[in-house]
């Protein structure tokens, strides 16, 4: 592959938006679609073309990026038959969504069958990562597909191959996993601070660089005291994750306690407080909620 490809994003919504305006700065030949056709609007003036359908902006695209709220998102648009027609010997299909490790599976083997490459290649830094080309992208699948996609993926951040098929989505799992425990943690700390007397941003400024430090504790952090809950990540989706981080678990005969109470947590949150289309940060007010406070 050269550096400059043509290809197709598949979902332009918090995420695939600012990817997509990415890859067009980056020099490619981009052409979007997304469901909603709003929503990528405004790519335009960036240099990208908007497609009418799915099937017309895969069309003569060499790489086909999704970035879709999950697999069951991801397998529907491969049902599409004028999709598979559309499709490229050869095209190379990045699945950057966020799904379960049998999801990948089942699409790289549905793929080859079609005479096409695939790999999951999910993403961590939220909005602001996505933004700066700085994600984090975990990417499973065969060692020479990953080279092949490496001009791609390093326009959008820092790849990491970590293993087979399905390898990528499983780290993204353990991502999250961590992601919301810490979230949870974080609440706690910047509510006994709030409540105790002390400075949060003070507090958090003091340790910085220290062994409690991270991107979570200084952004969410803040999101929290500030009551900033715009969203970067999506509260229902962080139950998703969590859900399928679960269902890995059990299916490998495993027991993570920490992770079902946060999943519980963030369920009651979504359901119960209509936190659903707030940041995952969001949390804090769960929490507030479990304490009597406003």
């Known amino acids: 592959m050269t550096n400059r490809q043509n290809i197709a994003v598949i979902g332009t919504g918090l995420m695939g938006f600012p990817m997509?305006?990415?890859?067009?700065?980056?020099?490619?030949?981009?052409?979007?679609?997304?469901?909603?056709?709003?929503?990528?609007?405004?790519l335009e003036a960036d240099g990208a073309r908007i497609a009418e359908t799915a099937a017309e902006a895969v069309n003569g695209a060499n790489v086909v990026l999704t970035m879709l709220s999950d697999g069951f998102a991801t397998g529907s648009l491969l049902e599409d038959a004028n999709l598979r027609l559309a499709l490229r010997p050869g095209t190379l299909?990045?699945?950057?969504?966020?799904?379960?490790?049998?999801?990948?599976?089942?699409?790289?083997?549905?793929?080859?069958?079609?005479?096409?490459?695939?790999?999951?290649?999910?993403?961590?830094?939220?909005?602001?990562?996505?933004?700066?080309?700085?994600?984090?992208?975990?990417?499973?699948?065969?060692?020479?597909?990953?080279?092949?996609?490496?001009?791609?993926?390093?326009?959008?951040?820092?790849?990491?191959h970590v293993g087979a098929s399905g390898a990528g989505q499983l780290a993204k799992l353990a991502n999250q996993t961590i992601v919301a425990v810490t979230i949870g943690a974080v609440a706690e700390a910047m509510l006994l601070l709030e409540k105790g007397g002390a400075d949060p941003a003070a507090v958090r400024q003091a340790l910085r660089g220290g062994f409690a430090d991270s991107t979570i504790l200084q952004q969410h952090g803040e999101r929290m005291t500030t009551g900033n809950f715009v969203p970067g990540g999506l509260s229902k989706l962080q139950v998703k994750d969590l859900?399928?981080?679960?269902?890995?678990?059990?299916?490998?005969?495993?027991?993570?306690?920490?992770?079902?109470?946060?999943?519980?947590?963030?369920?009651?949150?979504?359901?119960?407080?209509?936190?659903?289309?707030?940041?995952?940060?969001?949390?804090?007010?769960?929490?507030?909620?479990?304490?009597?406070?406003?």
């Not at 997509?20 to 405004?42: D, S």
């Open 20 to 42: 997509a305006r990415n890859l067009v700065r980056a020099g490619h030949h981009v052409t979007v679609w997304n469901r909603t056709r709003a929503r990528a609007n405004g």
């Open 93 to 160: 299909w990045l699945d950057m969504s966020s799904a379960k490790p049998e999801h990948a599976r089942a699409q790289s083997k549905l793929l080859q069958g079609l005479g096409c490459v695939h790999l999951d290649a999910p993403v961590s830094g939220g909005t602001k990562g996505a933004e700066a080309a700085s994600l984090a992208i975990m990417v499973g699948g065969d060692a020479e597909v990953f080279s092949r996609a490496l001009p791609v993926l390093n326009d959008l951040g820092r790849p990491v």
């Open 243 to 294: 859900d399928n981080t679960l269902a890995e678990a059990a299916a490998l005969g495993l027991k993570l306690p920490s992770t079902q109470a946060i999943r519980d947590r963030f369920a009651y949150f979504a359901e119960e407080m209509d936190g659903a289309d707030l940041d995952h940060s969001g949390l804090y007010l769960e929490l507030k909620a479990q304490n009597g406070l406003d």
